[in-house]
């Protein structure tokens, strides 16, 4: 683990979190916890910050443009969980109101900005798998391979990658972040990509504390060009200006 502690902000799906299926027990909508269901939480540094901040969304997009975005008051919620019997316990996971009658509502939005503690980067990912194909490549193929690794296979001249899911929006990320090259931008990783069933966007595989299902503003699929509804990308259309002058 890390010591690292960085203030992050994290956006949480209150209908993902409370919605209950038949057979289940019965969610407490008090509680909400720090991260997408099945995540690891990100942990607050002091269960008592002050300067931790939660606002609730409705008719969210990616720029916040005609939603309805409210700043719960500090004093009006903690990091902890209601227990059955009233009680709060602190357990970091969560957040609660501090009213035992106040919960938080399905189809909403919760963004919470705090200082986490052990927050690690994920962004390596990302390079070992691209360093690991370039040197499927290079030990195959390099007559000066290194003798003190012997791979009992045939050359590898192309390799192609298939995700689906959150694998394929781990391929999508590399593409948007321009993965799939060495440091030097001479050689290409892969040589054919295969994305299926993943969704509209990409995925926090270059960030600090990313998981690959969590949602942040700019992993929402409501932005360009993955827009179901009218959006717009600053640079294109300042660069459709810039054209038209």
């Known amino acids: 683990k890390s010591n690292l502690i960085v203030r992050i902000m994290t956006e949480i799906d209150g209908s993902t979190q409370l919605f209950n299926l038949p057979g289940q027990s019965n ?7 720090l991260t997408t269901t099945g995540h690891i939480p ?8 002050s300067n931790a901040q939660l606002f609730e969304i409705n008719n969210y997009n990616i720029n916040l443009e005609n939603s309805f975005v409210t700043e719960i008051e500090r004093n009006c919620w903690r990091f902890g969980k209601f227990n059955s019997n009233n009680e709060i316990d602190n357990d970091l996971q969560y957040i609660c109101f501090t009213d035992p009658n106040k919960i938080f509502r399905k189809g909403y939005l919760y963004r919470i900005i705090y200082d986490a503690i052990n927050v690690l ?22 007559s000066n391979r290194n003798s003190n690794i012997q791979l009992n296979i045939n050359p590898i001249h192309r390799i192609c990658a298939i995700g689906a899911s959150q694998t394929g929006r781990l391929l999508r990320t590399m593409i948007q972040y321009d993965f799939l090259v060495d440091n030097f ?16 966007s990409q995925g926090q595989f270059n960030q600090l504390a990313g998981q690959p299902s969590q949602a942040l503003p700019h992993l929402s699929t409501i932005q360009f060009p993955f827009a179901p509804i009218y959006s717009i990308n600053h640079h294109h259309q300042q660069q459709q200006q810039s054209n038209h002058q």
């Open 42 to 49: 990100l942990l607050v540094n002091e269960s008592t910050q």
């Open 185 to 200: 931008g001479n050689k290409e990783a892969f040589d054919a990509i295969s994305i299926w069933a993943a969704g509209a």
């Open 27 to 33: 969610i407490d909508n008090r509680n909400l916890f």
């Open 121 to 142: 980067p994920s962004a390596f990912n990302l390079i070992l798998i691209r360093d690991c194909a370039l040197w499927l490549k290079n030990i195959t193929t390099n």
